[in-house]
């Protein structure tokens, strides 16, 4: 089946940029997606990429698609405390989302 | 924005009571809903896919008896957990797409933490 894979842990130093990673399986994907959980809440959409675009920026967001590869990245730019969060990639197939493991972001002061 | 409101946050219940949860659509209609699950630092599985006037859709290994999905309107799908018992006690997500925007994302509520003693 389609699969979404993620690293599941990043820790940084606030100020710092973080980068998160993830490959994902299905080449027919039309939209890529970035959403962030914080403890105890839903989701919150952050951005997402159409597929034949490479590169979209979002004020500190910025995504990354390499489609040959299958890899997809969201860069954080001056990460903030308030970025600790779990940041789910996930990706479209047969209108349904398939997320990856989730990346805990630990941002240290 | 898109708002999903979920309703209850919050259920703590005792083992046999069967538990409604609600996924409305505020400012949008929504054809389509979705109900995932959330097990502690794990990712979310989708247990069905809630369709507006007709029977849901639901994933391999969830039981439709045991996880009744009613989406009577374009703006509300609910989901009853009948005879719940602890092995139930889960973080569940609802998500909901615009029926006039089918290429944009979808919306998720804020969830529901069912706890059963």
């Known amino acids: 089946g389609e699969d979404v894979e993620q690293s599941l842990f990043l820790s940084v130093r606030e100020g710092d940029s973080s980068v998160i990673n993830c490959t994902y399986t299905?080449?027919?994907?039309?939209?890529l997606y970035w959403y962030k959980q914080e403890p105890g809440a839903g989701l919150q959409l952050l951005t997402y990429?159409?597929?034949?675009?490479d590169m979209k920026q979002d004020q500190r967001l910025t995504v990354l698609l390499n489609k040959k590869d299958k890899h997809l990245s969201l860069r954080i730019a001056d990460t903030q405390t308030g970025d600790s969060a779990i940041y789910f990639c996930?990706?479209?197939?047969?209108?349904?989302?398939?997320f990856g493991q989730g990346t805990t972001l630990q941002v240290k002061p | 924005g898109a708002v999903v409101s979920q309703h209850p946050s919050r259920v703590i219940c005792k083992s046999g009571t069967s538990v409604k949860i609600e996924c409305r659509s505020l400012?949008?209609?929504?054809?389509?809903m979705f109900w995932y699950r959330q097990f502690p630092k794990q990712s979310l599985m989708l247990m069905a896919t809630?369709?507006?006037?007709?029977?849901?859709?639901?994933e391999q290994g969830v039981e439709k008896d045991k996880f009744l999905i009613n989406h009577a309107s374009l703006t509300l799908s609910t989901l009853t957990v009948t005879s719940a018992h602890p092995e139930d006690s889960s973080f569940y997500i609802c998500?909901?797409?615009?029926?006039?925007?089918?290429?944009?994302?979808?919306?998720f509520g804020d969830g529901t933490r069912l706890s059963i003693l």
């Open positions: 998500s909901a797409r615009d029926i006039g925007e089918p290429n944009q994302p979808q919306h």
């Open positions: 299905d080449s027919s994907s039309t939209y």
């Open positions: 990429i159409f597929s034949n675009m």
């Open positions: 996930a990706e479209t197939y047969t209108g349904k989302l398939i």
């Open positions: 400012d949008f209609q929504a054809t389509t």
């Open positions: 809630s369709n507006e006037g007709s029977k849901a859709t639901y």
